[in-house]
């Protein structure tokens, strides 16, 4: 079987693929992937075994909705190109941007010979958008759902989760738990991309230079990074750091270094029921989470007992941050991650058998 994974940014941003490719890895199957390069810089490896379509068009994530969508047609015609090409057997959609792009091919090439993996709710309250994911959703072969909460926003109730946990991290979990855990500074550390100005602002304003704590941001850097990082050089703030592009290997040394990590996100429509990738990585690393109060993962964390729901606006932001850490029950604490891992890793499976059966050959039609 010829299948075609359909990627909407670069390879470097795209490792949930890996939860479709590490079992398309175990068949012979002819696997494909399109990607988009958006900036022209540096981008990690192709996947072993993979053939490769780049589209390359440079676009940041802040441009005008008028560019996107010329950015998204051309998009859509590269797409069409190499389905025409190639006659792929069945594809894999990597979010839900070109599913919605594609969702006349999809349904008439493909029906319920696709997986849909929806991992992007900005468009949910313009309803022509919403009625064309549920469309998509319809007819495929399955969808996976990259949080729980996305599934208030589809109407098919055979639904699965696709949880973006890396499986190599699960042979360094101990990095954190083997280092000893020191009282001053505690280094709170970002990774992944540096967006979301505003409340990252507000961090800086209640840590900057304040001796407890040290603020480490390691990622792409586009205009909101830059605006930051001009402001700490502007008010001399000496203990917020931006070490920029980075691996994704490299999260192991990131994890060895970390007290706190920073999984903070505005709550706008996109990222208030979101499950970051950082949020795997917490609590397979064991590092104590920070989440926006009122967010999905901020009430997972809560309940789950491996974080710390906060508000960066509060003016008593860096004394309940200083006061969660000093009182955490350790022991508890890792029971809690790994409680919450096995339940992660049980769902994962369960996934893995729908994509064994999507990988046995198409569905009848």
Excluded at 55 to 72: Q, S, T, V, Y
Excluded at 173 to 190: F, G, L, Q, T, Y
Excluded at 217 to 233: F, T
Excluded at 285 to 300: A, D, E, H, I, R
């Amino acid at each position: 079987m010829k299948i075609l994974m359909i990627g909407f940014g670069k390879i470097y941003y795209m490792s949930y693929m890996h939860f479709y490719l590490d079992q398309l890895k175990r068949t012979d199957h002819e696997v494909h992937l399109i990607y988009w390069d958006r900036d022209g810089k540096q981008d990690v490896p192709v996947p072993g075994g993979v053939v490769a379509h780049k589209f390359e068009h440079h676009m940041e994530d802040d441009a005008p909705k008028w560019r996107k969508l010329r950015a998204f047609w051309k998009y859509r015609r590269a797409c069409l190109r190499l389905l025409d090409a190639e006659r792929f057997d069945s594809v894999i959609v990597l979010t839900t941007m070109p599913g919605v792009v594609l969702a006349d091919v999809l349904r008439k090439r493909y029906p319920h010979n696709y997986i849909f993996d929806y991992r992007d709710v900005t468009f949910e309250n313009v309803g022509w958008f919403k009625r064309k994911v549920n469309d998509v959703a319809r007819h495929s072969r399955a969808t996976f759902v990259s949080s729980d909460a996305f599934r208030t926003y589809l109407t098919d109730e055979s639904i699965h989760t696709s949880h973006n946990l890396l499986l190599d991290s699960l042979q360094h979990r101990e990095v954190r738990r083997s280092a000893p855990r020191a009282a001053h500074p505690i280094r709170i550390r970002h990774w992944g991309l540096l967006g979301h100005e505003e409340i990252n602002r507000q961090i800086i304003e209640r840590l900057g230079n304040d001796p407890r704590f040290e603020l480490h941001y390691h990622g792409r850097e586009q205009e909101a990074a830059r605006n930051l990082k001009a402001k700490c050089e502007r008010e001399a703030i000496r203990n917020v750091f931006f070490h920029g592009l980075y691996r994704p290997e490299e999260r192991y040394e990131f994890a060895k270094g970390t007290d706190l990590l920073h999984n903070i996100f505005t709550n706008d429509i996109k990222t208030q029921p979101a499950m970051a990738n950082k949020f795997y990585d917490g609590i397979t690393f064991y590092l104590p989470q920070l989440c926006n109060v009122g967010s999905y993962m901020g009430t997972q964390v809560t309940r789950g007992g491996f974080g710390l729901e906060c508000d960066p606006a509060a003016s008593t932001f860096a004394d309940d941050l200083f006061s969660y850490y000093q009182s955490i029950p350790w022991a508890a604490f890792e029971a809690n991650c790994d409680a919450r891992l096995d339940q992660v890793l049980k769902e994962y499976q369960q996934g893995v058998a729908v994509i064994a059966e999507f990988l046995a050959g198409p569905a009848a039609v």
